[in-house]
């Protein structure tokens, strides 16, 4: 985990090393890079604070609660700092979501563990094992996408809060019961293979929720994305969207806009449109088509602008024009060498996790203009996943109204296939 509060399939997971990532300053029309002191690597605080022979991976274990250095906080001040790291041996990070004082974890292994104020709160097993994607819902509903295709909702019991139980799945076993009967809910999903429409036939890999309308949107290797209403746990729609597997999808808080990315090398923009309470959508603009993976996407209210990461360490992004609704493509940030894995924004600030084990952090400086802040490095394996939260509150328990995401404090959660989260 990192405490920020910086000034005013398919998709790829390659594990080799990469020596330092050196940032540059973006627009576009240029990329100029920045040397020496002035560097953002060499003015990063992790660049400097962690131990060499953490980065080299002597410690297996990487940074526990007891690993961290006195002078970090001196040195860094109300900067960016390495607060803590949670530990279980018994898979690779894969998924994050935080909601508020908790964090839930997701792995290759059967258990989703919650955590909070850094230590182990609650656990509640799967029994697919890989767990992909996981989203929280209207507040107190867990969704878990997961590698046999199934999302899983689960829920805190009234009586302890510790305790989850699965109260369902995607799609209901009534629902499969209920169309398998008719031959047209059945769809071709690969030569000589039929499946119900409703129902993934390959692993969930990514969830998405829109909170205004309750509709959960889950991407999959299958090569579609389907949308489902949280209140009845009903399919509403399934859209074949692209020619390989669906890597990310979301839904963006303005203009019924979901946008998905494939392993196909295209990131697609739909509009959802509404008739009582079924959906339709439809395609938009096809905002990119490139020969490599487009591996993550994420979507900053603030301007806002759509950021697509892609296998080939390249990050796109694109700036929405209200009068002409929609987006225009603003340029490329190149801070990483290996595939870039994952995304989260916070007002101004996109954070970036990539395969050479490192986490850019991005700050939005105006139309098409981007500066990299600083460089986090303290994993031993690619970065899978990454989640941010506003801080409210700092230690002594004052207000944090410095920094420059809206005078906000920010806690960065990032998960790596080296079982760590930070």
């Not at 008719?182 to 036939?201: D, G, M, Q, T």
Request: glycine content about 8%; some cysteine; overall charge neutral.
């Amino acid at each position: 985990m990192s405490r920020s509060s910086i000034g005013s399939g398919r998709d790829s997971s390659s594990s080799s090393s990469a020596a330092a990532v050196s940032p540059f300053f973006y627009s576009d029309r240029c990329s100029i890079p920045l040397s020496g002191e002035n560097s953002p690597c060499n003015m990063s605080p992790w660049h400097h604070s962690i131990p060499a022979d953490l980065i080299g991976g002597n410690d297996p274990s990487g940074w526990s609660m007891t690993s961290i250095p006195g002078p970090v906080r001196e040195e860094i001040g109300t900067g960016t700092f390495l607060i803590g790291s949670l530990i279980r041996e018994e898979g690779r990070i894969c998924s994050l979501a935080a909601a508020g004082p908790l964090l839930y974890t997701g792995s290759d292994s059967k258990n989703i563990r919650v955590w909070k104020n850094q230590k182990e709160y609650a656990a509640f097993k799967s029994s697919s094992g890989l767990v992909k994607a996981i989203v929280i819902a209207n507040g107190d509903r867990i969704l878990t996408g997961h590698k046999d295709g199934k999302i899983r909702v689960w829920q805190t019991s009234p009586k302890d809060p510790t305790v989850y139980k699965r109260i369902g799945s995607l799609p209901r076993l009534k629902d499969m019961f209920k169309y398998s009967f008719k031959p047209s809910n059945y769809v071709e999903v690969r030569r000589h293979r039929s499946a119900l429409w409703i129902r993934h036939c390959d692993p969930v890999s990514c969830l998405s929720f829109c909170a205004e309308h309750g509709l959960l949107y889950s991407g999959s290797w299958d090569r579609t994305f389907k949308i489902w209403r949280i209140a009845d746990s009903k399919c509403l729609e399934s859209v074949v969207a692209h020619e390989d597997a669906v890597n990310s999808v979301v839904a963006a808080d303005f203009d019924a806009l979901v946008l998905t990315g494939s392993a196909d090398g295209t990131v697609k923009l739909w509009r959802r449109e509404m008739y009582g309470k079924e959906t339709k959508h439809k395609p938009i603009q096809t905002l990119l088509k490139q020969d490599t993976a487009v591996t993550a996407l994420i979507i900053s209210a603030a301007a806002p602008v759509a950021y697509s990461a892609s296998s080939d360490g390249v990050i796109n992004f694109w700036e929405w024009e209200t009068e002409r609704k929609m987006l225009s493509h603003g340029g490329v940030l190149r801070g990483h060498k290996l595939a870039v894995l994952c995304l989260a924004t916070a007002g101004s600030l996109m954070l970036s996790g990539s395969a050479d084990k490192t986490i850019c952090v991005w700050r939005r400086e105006g139309t098409g203009v981007h500066s990299c802040l600083s460089v986090l490095t303290g994993h031993s394996e690619p970065v899978k996943c990454l989640s941010i939260e506003e801080d409210e509150e700092d230690e002594e328990g004052n207000d944090l109204l410095n920094g420059c995401a809206g005078g906000k404090r920010f806690i960065l959660y990032s998960g790596s296939l080296d079982r760590n989260v930070l």
